[in-house]
Nanobody, 126 residues
Framework: QVQLVESGGGLVQAGDSLRLSCAAS????????VGWFRQAPGKEREFVAG????????SYADSVKGRFTISRDNAKITVYLQMNSLKPEDTAVYFC???????????????????WGQGTQVTVSS
C-alpha cells in the first residue's frame, strides 16, 4: 500500500516557477514508477511527466518539455516536479500517481497507475 500527498501548489504569475512535491509512504516506494498528471476544469486528466523507479528514465508531455523537470529522492521517498516558465494554460489540479514497476519504460496512461494523491491546485495568472 502506498499513500501519496502532493504539496507546493499555489497562485503565481506567468513566467514564475513552482516546485511540487509528492511525499509517499511505504518502504517499497523505490520499486514504484511515478507520474504527474493534471486536470483542468472541463478537460480530461492528462499526463505531464513520469519517472522510473530508479530515476534513470523520465518522460514529459510535449507541452511541458524543456520547462518542467521531474526528479525523485528515494531516501526521502519524495518525487518532485520543478515547473519553470509557467503559462496560464498550465493552470490545473496536479496529481501524482504511482505504479509498481521496475521497467525503465514510463507509462502515460492514467488507468495503469495504482495509487493517487489528492491533488494540488496550480493557478497561473497572465
Amino acid at each position: 500500500q502506498v499513500q501519496l500527498v502532493e504539496s507546493g501548489g499555489g497562485l503565481v504569475q506567468a513566467g514564475d516557477s513552482l516546485r511540487l512535491s509528492c511525499a509517499a509512504s511505504g518502504r517499497t516506494f523505490s520499486m514504484y514508477s511515478v507520474g504527474w498528471f493534471r486536470q483542468a476544469p472541463g478537460k480530461e486528466r492528462e499526463f505531464v511527466a513520469g519517472i522510473s523507479w530508479s530515476g534513470g528514465s523520465t518522460s514529459y508531455a510535449d507541452s511541458v518539455k524543456g520547462r518542467f523537470t521531474i526528479s525523485r529522492d528515494n531516501a526521502k521517498i519524495t518525487v518532485y516536479l520543478q515547473m519553470n516558465s509557467l503559462k496560464p494554460e498550465d493552470t490545473a489540479v496536479y496529481f501524482c500517481a504511482a505504479r509498481r514497476s521496475l521497467s525503465p519504460v514510463i507509462t502515460v496512461q492514467s488507468n495503469e497507475y495504482d495509487y493517487w494523491g489528492q491533488g494540488t491546485q496550480v493557478t497561473v495568472s497572465s
